[in-house]
T-cell receptor, first 113, second 111 residues
Framework: DQQVKQNSPSLSVQEGRISILNCDYT??????FLWYKKYPAEGPTFLIS?????DKNEDGRFTVFLNKSAKHLSLHIVPSQPGDSAVYFC????????????FGPGTRLSVLP | NAGVTQTPKFQVLKTGQSMTLQCAQD?????MYWYRQDPGMGLRLIYY???????DKGEVPNGYNVSRLNKREFSLRLESAAPSQTSVYFC??????????FGSGTRLTVV
């Protein structure tokens, strides 16, 4: 059973609009979360993180929101740009897991010009 | 700025053949990992090495072996390849619990 879920395999958004990518997790011990971005034929690259002591973290156009009670996090991209078209992975870890992260299946974002 | 380097980038094997995927990092990271990526499954951990001299199984270790040759290098071996091992393999390294640096991947096809 997947501990980290991304229930939307794909998402299409118009350039300039907001992209919202969602992630749900089942393990209440998870306390640190990451988003990775992956282009075809490349390795995933780190995008943004959030610790469970926060409910929001911003970095430029990217904001991650964490709702611990709902075991849900979301990544907002505003405004969306064609270069944001990629697969986005959500990942979670718990103190007991050391540095091991559990990844979701990914959401493919397409930003249309 | 090499980061994490994986070789080869592509490989086609026949069922039953063996091969070793190589990974090296130049960031002086303690921990290294091997993941596989399959459609709809995300990234699944095969093996990891928390420090030089130690290795541990991840979520999907069957059919694989690893060697942490030194702090820089972490190799993944398929002793007898099977079609189910067709996948994209990623090596990663990390220093603290703040995320990984990934290599660019090895696309393996087993026929």
């Amino acid at each position: 059973d997947q501990q980290v879920k991304q229930n939307s395999p794909s998402l299409s958004v118009q350039e300039g609009r907001i992209s919202i990518l969602n992630c749900d997790y089942t393990n209440s011990m998870f306390d640190y979360f990451l988003w990775y971005k992956k282009y075809p034929a490349e390795g995933p690259t780190f995008l943004i993180s959030i610790s469970s002591i926060k409910d929001k973290n911003e970095d430029g156009r990217f904001t991650v929101f964490l709702n611990k009670s709902a075991k849900h996090l979301s990544l907002h991209i505003v405004p969306s740009q064609p270069g944001d078209s990629a697969v986005y992975f959500c990942a979670a870890s718990a103190e007991d897991y050391g540095q091991n992260f559990v990844f979701g299946p990914g959401t493919r974002l397409s930003v249309l010009p | 700025n090499a980061g994490v380097t994986q070789t080869p980038k592509f490989q086609v094997l026949k069922t039953g053949q063996s091969m070793t995927l190589q990974c090296a990092q130049d960031m002086n990271h303690n921990s290294m990992y091997w993941y596989r990526q399959d459609p709809g499954m995300g990234l699944r951990l095969i093996y990891y090495s928390a420090s030089e001299g130690t290795t541990d199984k991840g979520e999907v270790p069957n059919g694989y072996n690893v060697s942490r040759l030194n702090k820089r290098e972490f190799s993944l071996r398929l002793e007898s390849a099977a079609p189910s091992q067709t996948s994209v393999y990623f090596c990663a390294s990390s220093q603290q619990r703040y995320g990984y640096t990934f290599g660019s991947g090895t696309r393996l096809t087993v026929v």
